[in-house]
């Protein structure tokens, strides 16, 4: 399901063996049949804070509420572990804003917690923290964030 959206450059291609170590972070959706049509992930970045990764809803199930009810699935889950705000790049904005994202700049974390989420090799994490060394790859995206 990945793929396709790897090839357009929605989504950043991620080795099988990374899909693996995260399944335990994925909501999926399927259809009546059991079809997979959705799927998200809810990686935890911090004591309070948690990135929505590889959001995806078949095509043809655009503009059904998939991905509304994934959001809702990893938001809920976020809630569970105790995490107070959520972080997304994303080309959709739209989507994001209308589920109470926003835009956000560079200081989303006091000087403590920046020095400690540095540190990590997770590229997600460069991401959120819009280090240099990533922008090759979100050209385009938008940086968001929502509190719960």
Request: aromatic residues 8%.
């Amino acid at each position: 399901m990945l793929e396709p959206y790897v090839q357009r450059r929605i989504l950043l291609g991620k080795d099988l063996v990374v899909l693996y170590e995260a399944v335990q972070q994925f909501v999926v959706a399927e259809d009546a049949s059991g079809q997979l049509i959705g799927c998200g992930a809810l990686h935890v970045m911090w004591e309070d804070l948690g990135e929505i990764r590889t959001l995806i809803v078949a095509d043809e199930w655009l503009h059904h509420g998939v991905g509304s009810a994934i959001v809702e699935g990893l938001e809920n889950n976020a809630r569970a572990l105790g995490l107070s705000r959520l972080f997304c790049l994303t080309f959709e904005v739209e989507f994001f804003t209308r589920r109470g994202f926003a835009e956000i700049g560079e200081a989303v974390v006091d000087p403590d917690v920046y020095s400690q989420l540095v540190r990590s090799p997770d590229e997600g994490i460069a991401e959120f923290l819009d280090l240099a060394h990533v922008k090759p790859n979100t050209l385009g995206n938008t940086r968001m964030l929502k509190t719960l």
